[in-house]
C-alpha cells in the first residue's frame, strides 16, 4: 500500500494535469522511446521557444487526467514511454514541431492528439502539422486584404497619369 504522502503527491500531479489539459488548446501525446539525450535536449529547447510545454508523463497518472477532461479515447494508446506536449495559445505548434521531429527520428512516435477539447485522428496531427504556422496564415491574410486596396491605388495612379498627359 502506497502511503499517504506518495498518494498526494500523485493526486497533485493528475490535478496539475487536468489542469493543463483544460487549459490547453491543443496537445500531442508521443513515444519517444530511445531518444537520445541530445535529441531530446534539442526538442525540448525547440518546444520551449515555440511556447509548448513539454514532459513525460506516467501512463497511469495521464489515463486519470483524460478521464477527467472528456479525452477518454486517447487512452488506448497509453502503453509505453508517454510524453505530452500542449499549448495554450497555438494549436499547430505541438504538431508540426513533434511530426516533424518523428520524420527524422524512426524511434519516435506520434501516438495521439487532441485539439479544443476533442481527441483527434494521428491523420489529422499529421495534416495539422502540415497547415502553416499562425504567422504565416495572418502574413498571407494581411496580403489578401491589402491586394484590392493596392490594386485600386494602381489603378487611381494610372488615372492620374493619363489625366496630366
Same mark, same amino acid.
Given at each position: 500500500?502506497?502511503?499517504?504522502?506518495?498518494?498526494?503527491? &500523485? =493526486?497533485?500531479?493528475?490535478?496539475?494535469?487536468? #489542469?493543463?489539459? =483544460?487549459?490547453?488548446?491543443?496537445? !500531442?501525446?508521443?513515444?519517444? &522511446?530511445?531518444?537520445?539525450?541530445?535529441?531530446?535536449?534539442?526538442?525540448?529547447?525547440?518546444?520551449?521557444?515555440?511556447? *509548448? #510545454?513539454?514532459? !513525460?508523463?506516467?501512463? $497511469?497518472?495521464?489515463?486519470?487526467? *483524460?478521464? #477527467?477532461?472528456?479525452?477518454?479515447? *486517447?487512452?488506448?494508446?497509453?502503453?509505453?514511454? $508517454?510524453?505530452?506536449?500542449?499549448?495554450?495559445?497555438?494549436?499547430?505548434?505541438?504538431? &508540426?514541431?513533434?511530426?516533424? /521531429?518523428?520524420?527524422?527520428?524512426?524511434n /519516435? @512516435? !506520434? &501516438?495521439?492528439?487532441f485539439?479544443?477539447?476533442?481527441?483527434?485522428?494521428?491523420?489529422?496531427?499529421?495534416?495539422?502539422? @502540415?497547415?502553416?504556422?499562425?504567422?504565416?496564415?495572418? $502574413?498571407?491574410? *494581411?496580403?489578401?486584404?491589402?491586394?484590392?486596396?493596392?490594386?485600386?491605388?494602381?489603378v487611381?495612379?494610372?488615372?492620374?497619369?493619363k489625366?496630366?498627359?
Open positions: 500500500m502506497a502511503s499517504e504522502k506518495i498518494l498526494n503527491a &500523485k =493526486k497533485e500531479a493528475v490535478a496539475a494535469l487536468i #489542469e493543463r489539459l =483544460k487549459n490547453s488548446a491543443a496537445g !500531442v501525446i508521443v513515444d519517444y &522511446k530511445g531518444t537520445t539525450v541530445e535529441d531530446d535536449t534539442a526538442l525540448r529547447r525547440e518546444m520551449r521557444e515555440a511556447g *509548448v #510545454e513539454y514532459t !513525460v508523463v506516467k501512463n $497511469t497518472l495521464l489515463r486519470f487526467a *483524460v478521464r #477527467e477532461t472528456g479525452l477518454e479515447e *486517447v487512452e488506448n494508446v497509453l502503453e509505453g514511454t $508517454t510524453a505530452i506536449a500542449t499549448s495554450t495559445e497555438d494549436v499547430i505548434a505541438p504538431a &508540426k514541431i513533434l511530426c516533424t /521531429f518523428a520524420e527524422k527520428h524512426d /519516435f @512516435k !506520434v &501516438k495521439a492528439g485539439v479544443e477539447g476533442k481527441v483527434v485522428s494521428l491523420d489529422e496531427v499529421q495534416a495539422l502539422a @502540415k497547415t502553416p504556422s499562425k504567422e504565416t496564415l495572418l $502574413t498571407q491574410l *494581411v496580403f489578401t486584404l491589402n491586394a484590392p486596396i493596392k490594386n485600386l491605388a494602381v487611381l495612379n494610372q488615372i492620374a497619369e489625366q496630366e498627359a
